[in-house]
């Protein structure tokens, strides 16, 4: 599985992006489980947002409330709409998938996408 996420880019506080993670090499993308990380700098990475399989989805605590993620199978696309930016927001955010698990609160994925990045200026 290979993944390719686009969409960054710079934006105002308050103001909203949609960057997306498209994936190839995969036959039955609806089988896998989604996820978007991000790292700050001289920070580690932390968990954004997770779409199981089956849709059920869970968010990072700091990003509840504000960001959302989905899929469209059909285009082998995950995306995450990020309203309401704050400036800590400000990170690489990274893609990645893994067979499906049906457990939200597992955090170890298989596959990973390079990074876009995402600034948020005061």
């Known amino acids: 599985v290979q993944l390719q996420a686009s969409g960054g880019g710079l934006v105002q506080a308050g103001g909203s992006l949609r960057p997306s993670c498209t994936a190839a090499?995969?036959?039955?993308?609806?089988?896998?489980?989604l996820a978007w990380f991000r790292r700050a700098p001289g920070k580690e990475r932390e968990f954004v947002a997770v779409i199981l399989e089956s849709g059920d989805k869970s968010y990072g605590s700091s990003v509840l409330g504000r960001f959302t993620i989905s899929r469209d199978n059909a285009k082998k696309t995950v995306y995450l709409q990020m309203d309401s930016l704050k400036p800590e927001d400000t990170a690489v955010y990274s893609c990645a998938a893994r067979w499906r698990t049906y457990d939200t609160a597992d955090r170890t994925y298989e596959y990973w996408g390079q990074g876009t990045q995402v600034t948020v200026s005061s």
């Open positions: 090499r995969v036959r039955t993308f609806s089988n896998y489980d």
